[in-house]
Nanobody
């Protein structure tokens, strides 16, 4: 059974950092792409970053370039989203999602989703 569990969200001041984790079970990251998406109140779901073998990364959102990075630890079957220089507009529920093989710009092509973790950036 494919399962994704996010953690690491919370309340942080502008300019701060958070690292989100996405622990995968039921499949190997060697054969799947993991994407991070976010959903802010009143806005549609937005792709943030994606990673697939062999450590190829795709930025979906220009607004996070230079601030967010994605990485993975295959031994732990975990993908991380490191978020630095956080801004209030980064406030959202962050989800990780999996799809077989390669990253895709279409969120609907990701078959498995985690439950999400709330990130709030506020003074």
């Amino acid at each position: 059974q494919v399962q994704l569990v996010e953690s690491g969200g919370g309340l942080v001041q502008p300019g701060g950092s958070l690292r989100l984790s996405c622990v995968a079970s039921g499949f190997s990251l060697d054969y799947y792409a993991i994407g991070w998406f976010r959903h802010a109140p009143g806005k549609g779901r937005e792709g943030v970053l994606c990673i697939n073998s062999p450590d190829i990364r795709y930025y979906y959102a220009d607004s996070v370039k230079g601030r967010f990075t994605i990485s993975r630890d295959n031994a732990k079957n975990t993908v991380y989203l490191q978020m630095n220089s956080l801004k209030p507009e980064d406030t959202a529920v962050y989800y990780c999602a999996a799809r077989a093989s390669l990253c895709s710009g279409s969120s609907t092509s990701f078959a498995s989703w985690g439950q999400g973790t709330q990130v709030t950036v506020s003074a």
